[in-house]
């Protein structure tokens, strides 16, 4: 069993910055991406960052240049700093990882809230 334990959300203004954690555990095999999703009321799930074991990383169009996904192979955790937030970026974010070769699994965190005030 893998377990993704995620911290980091909460409330903050227009224009502040937050810094998501994810720490992955358990029966941890064959990492081949982790990243961030994130769904508001209303909405679909939509993809927000992800980072490979090699560190190729891949953004949706609304955050590039303002969110930075990293990671440290070392202790199975990646980040997802987030600058200049907008109230649409309100949402719950979810910690995604993917593993496995070559049959891939998807695992989730529980989410955790952000908003963002205007």
């Known amino acids: 069993q893998v377990q993704l334990v995620e911290s980091g959300g909460g409330l903050v203004q227009a224009g502040g910055s937050l810094r998501l954690s994810c720490a992955a555990s358990?029966?941890?095999?064959?990492?081949?991406?982790m990243g961030w999703y994130r769904q508001a009321p209303g909405k679909q799930r939509e993809l927000v960052a992800a980072?490979?074991?090699?560190?190729?990383?891949n953004y949706a169009d609304s955050v590039k240049g303002r969110f930075t996904i990293s990671r440290d192979n070392a202790k199975n955790t990646v980040f997802l700093q987030m600058n200049s937030l907008k109230p649409e970026d309100t949402a719950v974010y979810y910690c995604?990882?993917?593993?496995?070769?070559?049959?891939?699994?998807?695992?989730w965190g529980q989410g955790t809230q952000v908003t963002v005030s205007s």
């Open positions: 358990g029966s941890i095999f064959s990492i081949n991406y």
């Open positions: 995604n990882a993917n593993m496995g070769k070559p049959v891939t699994y998807d695992y």
């Open positions: 980072i490979s074991g090699g560190g190729s990383t």
